[in-house]
C-alpha cells in the first residue's frame, strides 16, 4: 500500500512539473516568440510534439540548439522571421545571412514538428542559410560538404530536382565539387541556387509545411489512424556540427534497451558524422562505448544529461545527440520505439520501484501489438517467396508441407510433420485434417468463417481469403504457377502472408510481465472475460489468460469430431434413427460432463446446434462412401437425402432457433445430454454452473416455446444444488428490437455480433473481405467491421437493445460473444453501453482481459484506491 500511495504521489508531481513548464514557468520561448502559440503548446502536455519536448529540455536545463515554432495555422512574414532569426543569433553568437562571416555564421536545421511521431515521412532541410561565401570565407572541409548536401536535398525537396543527377559526394568535398554542384542545380531548376538565406528558409519552410500532404505521409496516417485534419508547425533550430572536426560526432541513444527492456544505455555512435548520414544509411555507425573511449568527458556528460531526461519523463527516451568540439547538444528526444516485451518490462520495473502505480502503468500500456509477446513469429524473410496475403484470421507464424487431401494429411502427420493445410472454403469434414495441420490456408472466408473460427479456438495460425489463391484437389495455384503437395510453406496468421519456403521462426519467451499485468486485470476489470471453447482442448488452450468460465460454446463444433459426425450425419439424414441418437446422446453426454468436471464450477454457457444441417453434411465423394460404409446404406440413398435438406441461402434459413422449433428432437437430446451430465458431475460433489443459450432467435414466440421445452426436460432429472438458467443470443435485429421482452424472459442476454453485423450491415461475414479491405482502401469503412464494431449501425441497434433492457432489469447479464469481444475498441463502446461480459476465442483473451481492464480504470472514476483494494480482495 506504502508503495501504491508513493507512486501516487511520485506520478501527480510529475504531473504538475508538465503543466508548470506550460502553464506558469516564465517560458523565455512562450514569452518572446511572435510566432507561439501558447494553446498549442497547452495541448501538448500529454502528448508533446517534437517543439514540446524540446521546450521541456531546455527548461530541464540540457544542452539545445537554440530554436523557434512556427505554428501551422500561423502565416509567417519575413519580418516575423527576422525578429526570431535575431533571438537565435543573441542566444548562439552567430550572425544570420552575413557572407563575411565564414564559420561563424548562423546556419539552420527546419524541421517538421508533430504530436506522433511520424518517422521519415515528412521532409527536413538542414544547413539551410549556407552560402558559397560562407564555405569559402572558412574553407573547412565540414562546410564545403555542408554545402554540397544542401545543394543537393534543396534540389531535390524544394525543385524537385531527381536526386540521381548530382553524382556522390567525395569523401573530401572541395570548393571545385560545390561549383560542379551549383551547375548542376541551375541546369535543372532554371536558375542559380539561392545565395540569400532568407530566401532559402521561406523556401524550406513551405517544403516542410507541404510535405505533410506527400503521398507516403497520407498513407501512413491512413494506415496509422492520424487524422490528417491538421497539419505540421514547423521548428528552426540552430545547427550545430558532428562532423566539424576529429572531436566531434553523431548519435542516436536509447535509455533503456528497445528489445530486451533492461536497464541500460543502448545506441550507436559516428565520429565526425551528421546524423542525416547515418539516417540516410550512408555510413555505418559504431556502437555507442565507441564514444566512451572517443570523448570520454562527453560521453560522461551524455550519460547524466540521458538519466535526467528518462527519470522526468519516467519512460524509455530515444535521444538524437550531436557533439561539436566535444561539446554535447541534444537534437531531440522522444519515446522510443520498443518491442511489446520491452515495453511490458519497462512499466513492470517502474512499479516495482515505486515509479508508477500499476494502474497507471496499465493505462499507459498500448495494447496494440500485443501478440508479439506470445505467438511465434518471423525472424527475417530470408529465402521466401511471396505467395500472396489475404486476412490474418488466426495468428502466429508457422512453416510446413502443403496437404490438400486427407490422405495427404493423414500420411504426413503420422510421420510427425508439420503440415500447412489448405482449402478452397473449409467444410466440417475438413475438422480432421485442421486437428492435424500447424496451420490452415483458404482462398476465401473471412474472420468468422469456420476454419478461421476453429483454428482461433485451438490457437493455430490461418490465413483466409486470398484472392490470389486457387486450391485444387492436389495442388494450389498462384497467378498461374502450380504447387504440388508437398511444397514447403512458410505462413503467417498475424499479416495474413504466405510464402513459399522454410521462414526463420521465432518462439517467443514466456513474459512473466505480462502474467503480472493479466493478474492485475483479472483482479480490476469490471468486465468478466469468458472463452470461446468448443471443446477440452479449446478449453485448455484458453487457460493461459485465467478466463471466468466458457461464454460460448458452439455445441455443433463437437459433431465435427470423427467420432460423432457420422453418427449426428445418420441422424439428421434420418437414417438409423435409434442407433445415431443413443450413440450421439452418450457421446454429448460425454462432452458435457468432461468440460463441466474441467470447469470446476466455473461458468459454462452451452448454444444449442446453430448451424443450417447442411453444413454437416459430407461434401466430398469420399466423405460421402465412408458415411455410406459406416451406416450400410446405398450412396445413391445418401445423395437423395443430403440433396432435400440444401438450401439457397443457408446462412438465412433453418438454423438456431428455427431448427429448435423445426426438429425439437435436435434441441432435446442436446438439452437432456447437458442436464444428465450436470446431475452426474454435481454427485460427483463437483459445482456446476450451466447456462443454455438459445441462439438466432427471431421473434420471442421461439424463445418462449423452446424454453417452455427445456423446462419440461428438467423435471426428469435431479437438479437440486445445481445452478443452470437459460439464456437467449440476440444476433438478429429483429430480436435486438423486442429487446424489452427477452429483458423480462431471459435468465441472460448475450450479442451475436457477427451475424448481427452481417445482417445489419447486409454484408456476408464469410465472402466479402476483399471488399471490406477495398473499401477501407477507399475511406468508406474506417475499420473492418467484423473485426470492430460498425457504431453507427451496428452500434446503434446494440445501444438502444441494452438501454431497453437494463430500464427493465437493471441486473442482468449482458454480454457479447462476437468476434468483436476481442476487440480493445468494441470494448470500450460496450462498455458505455453496460456490457460487462465478454467471451472470445483463447488467442484473443489476453488482450480482451487487458481491454476490459484499461476501460475500467479509465471510465471508472468511483475506481478509487480504496474502492479497489476492495475489488482486489473480493
Ligand atoms: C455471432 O453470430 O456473433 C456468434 C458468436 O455466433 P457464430 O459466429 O457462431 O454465428
Ligand atoms: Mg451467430
Partial sequence: MLTYFKSCVILKVRIIRLWCFFLNFPLSFSQESSFFSEEALRQDVFSPSKAGYLKMLETLQVPVPPFFLIPYLHPFSLEGLQEELLRLQIKSGKVWNDQETGQSGLFVSVRSSFKVSMPGMLDSLLNVGLTFNHALKANKEYLWRSYIKLICHYGKLVEQIDETVFPKISKTATREEAIEFERIFQEHAGYSFPQDANEQLIKAINMVRNSWNNSRAQSYRLHEKISSSSGVDVVIQVMVFGNFNQFSGTGILFTQNPSTGKKEFFGEYSIQAQGEDIVSGGMTPGPLSLLETHLPCAYKTLKDIAEKIDNFFVDMQDIEFTIEQKKVWILQTRPGKRTKTAELRILSRYVAEGVLSMQDALKRLSLNGLEQVYHSYLENLEGLENLGKGLGASPGAIFGILAIRQETVDFLASSGRNIIFAAQETHCDDVACILKASGVITATGGMTCHGAVVTRGLGKPCVTSVQELKVHCDSIEVCGQFFPEGTLLTIDGTTGNIWKGRGALKVPEKCEELEEFLEFSHRVSAIKVYANADTLEDWNAALAFNPEGIGLCRSEHMFFKNTHLPWFQGWILGLQEDLCFSRISALQEEDYTTLLKQLNGKRLTVRLLDPPLHEFLPCTFEAEKTLSHQLEVSLEKIKELASGLKENNPMLGKRGARLGILRPEIYD????????????????????????????????????????????????????????????????????????????????????????????????????????????????????????????????????????????????????????????????????????????????GFKAKLACAKVTLEKDSFLDSSSLKNRQIA
Fill in 669 to 844: 437430446l442436446q438439452v437432456q445430454s447437458l442436464f444428465k451430465a450436470a446431475e452426474r458431475v454435481h454427485k460427483e460433489g463437483i459445482p456446476v454452473d450451466l447456462g443454455i443459450m438459445i441462439p438466432f432467435v427471431t421473434v420471442p414466440e421461439e424463445f418462449t416455446m423452446i424454453k417452455k421445452r427445456i423446462l419440461q426436460r428438467a423435471i426428469w432429472h435431479d437438479l437440486t444444488g445445481v445452478i443452470w438458467n437459460v439464456g437467449v443470443m440476440i444476433e438478429i435485429p429483429s430480436s435486438a428490437l423486442q429487446a424489452s421482452f427477452f429483458a423480462q424472459e431471459a435468465d441472460f442476454i448475450c450479442f451475436g455480433t457477427n451475424d448481427l453485423t452481417q445482417m445489419i450491415l447486409g454484408l456476408s461475414r464469410d465472402d466479402t473481405a476483399y471488399m471490406i479491405e477495398k473499401y477501407q482502401s477507399l475511406g468508406i469503412f474506417s475499420k473492418d467491421p467484423f473485426q470492430s464494431i460498425h457504431e453507427s449501425s451496428v452500434g446503434k441497434i446494440l445501444s438502444f437493445a441494452c438501454e431497453t433492457i437494463l430500464k427493465i432489469n437493471p441486473n442482468i447479464s449482458l454480454s457479447v460473444c462476437g468476434e468483436h469481444a476481442g476487440d480493445p475498441e468494441s470494448i470500450d463502446f460496450f462498455y458505455s453501453l453496460g456490457i460487462r461480459g465478454v467471451s472470445c476465442s483463447a488467442y484473443r
